[in-house]
Each structure stands twice: as structure tokens, then as C-alpha cells.
């Protein structure tokens, strides 16, 4: 399940959660939270965490700030941890500038840190 509700026109809050049980019936889970500003027209910045609770070998699959000509739309989370990502957009006519991070984490050790830039321009 997943809401959102859109404050002034440049806010977005989100929430989300995802539960798969395995064969075995052991349950794995994950809840979710983000908030989207947008200002000047220009600017979007947008911050998510993540929470998962992974149980044995079940496995999720979460796509954290996807983007369509995103080198990475996902990632498999393979234990328990969780994962903050941002990205700041930038848009001007037909040119977008992007940077995303995504810090995931399990307790106080770090798992994966991530970094990705994109700039397109479309000329007509």
C-alpha cells in the first residue's frame, strides 16, 4: 500500500510499505517515506528513506529513486538495513542536470554508497 498527499502545489509527502512471504512462509518487509520539494520552477529536491526487514534467504528488490536513464534503478537488499537517498534536479528549457546519492546502511556499518550524475539536453 502507498499514499501521497501534495501540500501548495511543491510539496509531496509520501509512504509506502511492501511485505513477500517465501515458500517457507517466512516474511520479509519494507517501509518507506519520502518528501519531494519543488521551487524556483527549476529545482526539485527529492529525500527518501527506506527501512527493510529481511528475514533468512527472502530476499526484496526496491527501486530507490528511479529514474528512467538512471544507471541504477534498483538494488536487491539481501539483509536488514536501511538505505537514505537524495537527488537534486535542476531544469532550465529542454536541458536537466541530476545528482542522486544513496547511503545504505545496517546498524552502524555501511553497506553501499552510491553516487550518480546525469545531464541531458534535448535539441528540436
Known amino acids: 500500500p502507498s499514499a501521497k498527499i501534495f501540500i501548495m502545489r511543491s510539496i509531496l509527502l509520501r509512504a509506502s510499505g511492501a511485505a513477500q512471504r517465501d515458500r517457507s512462509g517466512n516474511y520479509s518487509g519494507s517501509v518507506s517515506s519520502g518528501i519531494t520539494l519543488c521551487f524556483l520552477r527549476f529545482f526539485t529536491l527529492k529525500l527518501d528513506y527506506s527501512h527493510f526487514f529481511i528475514t533468512r534467504d527472502n530476499s526484496m528488490y526496491a527501486s530507490i529513486l528511479p529514474r528512467r536513464d538512471s544507471i541504477t534503478r534498483g538494488v536487491a ?6 538505505m537514505a537517498s537524495g537527488r537534486l534536479s535542476a531544469r532550465y528549457n529542454n536541458t536537466l542536470f541530476s545528482i542522486s546519492y544513496r547511503h545504505r546502511f545496517a546498524a552502524e556499518r555501511t553497506l553501499q554508497c552510491q553516487v550518480e550524475a546525469s545531464a541531458r539536453c534535448r535539441v528540436h
Open 77 to 82: 537488499v539481501k539483509q536488514s538495513c536501511g
